[in-house]
C-alpha cells in the first residue's frame, strides 16, 4: 500500500507520520507538497498535526483552500481511505469533509500529554485491529482540539455509529460528549485529535496507535483481493 503524507506550510508532524508508515508499518510513503495536482498514485491519504499556514483566521481555514485538497477531495469521493490527525481533522472540517467545528480548549491552555481513549467502533476501515470498547493510550498535542457540533449532528453522528473514539476518564478539551475521533458517513474519512504516529513505539511510551495504520492496510489488502 502506498500512502502520501501531506505537507502544508507549518506542518510539523509529518515526519512522524512518515516515520509511522515508512519504519514502524513497513509500507510505502511520499511526502506531498500543498501544491501537488495529483494524488492518483496513492491508496491512502494522511493530512498530519502541526499549524499550517500559521493557524491564521481559524485552525485549517487556509490550508483547505491549497491545490491538494481538490485532489483530497477526487480521493475521498474515490472511497479511499483519508486521516487526519489533530491539524489535520482541523482542515478536514474547515472542507467540509467531516461535520462540526473546532473550539479553544476548554482550558484555553495547550494541552501535550499522554490521553485515555475509548474505542467506540471497532467497524471502520481505522479500527478493525481493535477491540469495541478497548481503552488505549495516545497522547495529544493541541490548543484548539474543543469539537462541538449542534445536537441534530451529534444525534446523526450517535445514530450512524460513526463516533469512534472518546475520551476516557478525563476530557482534555471540553469537547461535545467527550468525542475524540469521528469519521464521514461513506466511512473513509476519519479525524482525530490524538496522535496515533505518536504511538507506534514502545520508546514512545505506547505501541497503541500502530493498530490503526495496520487496520487501514487490512481493509485495503482485502479489499483489493476481493476485488482481483
Not at 500543498?34 to 498514485?41: I, T
Not at 485549517?60 to 472511497?79: C, D, H, P, Q, Y
Request: aromatic share 8%; with cysteine; hydrophobic share 40%.
Amino acid at each position: 500500500m502506498k500512502f502520501a503524507v501531506i505537507v502544508f506550510p507549518g506542518s510539523n508532524c509529518d515526519v512522524d507520520m512518515y516515520h509511522a508508515i515508512k519504519d514502524e508499518l513497513g509500507e510505502e510513503v511520499d511526502y506531498i507538497w500543498h501544491d501537488a495536482d495529483s494524488l492518483d498514485q496513492y491508496d491512502g491519504i494522511l493530512l498530519p498535526g502541526g499549524f499550517s499556514y500559521g493557524d491564521y483566521l481559524r485552525s485549517g481555514a487556509i490550508a483547505r483552500f491549497s491545490n491538494v485538497m481538490k485532489e483530497l477531495i477526487k480521493a475521498t469521493e474515490a472511497g479511499k481511505p483519508v486521516l487526519g490527525v489533530c491539524n489535520g481533522f482541523q482542515i478536514l472540517l474547515e472542507a467540509g469533509l467531516l461535520p462540526g467545528a473546532m473550539r479553544r480548549n476548554e482550558s484555553l491552555k495547550f494541552i501535550c500529554r499522554p490521553v485515555k481513549l475509548k474505542v467506540n467502533e471497532n467497524e471502520t476501515m481505522f479500527t478493525s485491529a481493535y477491540e469495541k470498547g478497548e481503552v488505549i493510550t495516545i497522547p495529544v498535542a493541541h490548543g484548539e482540539g474543543n469539537y462541538y457540533c449542534d445536537e441534530a449532528t451529534l444525534q446523526t453522528l450517535k445514530e450512524q455509529n460513526r463516533i469512534v473514539f472518546t475520551y476516557e476518564g478525563s476530557n482534555p478539551n471540553g469537547s461535545i460528549a467527550d468525542i475524540a475521533g469521528i469519521v464521514n458517513e461513506q466511512g473513509n474519512v476519519l479525524g482525530m485529535m490524538p496522535h496515533p504516529e505518536r504511538a507506534v513505539d514502545t520508546l514512545l511510551g505506547s505501541r497503541d496507535g500502530l493498530k490503526l495504520f495496520k487496520s487501514i492496510v487490512h481493509h485495503w489488502r482485502e479489499s483489493h483481493v476481493i476485488n482481483a
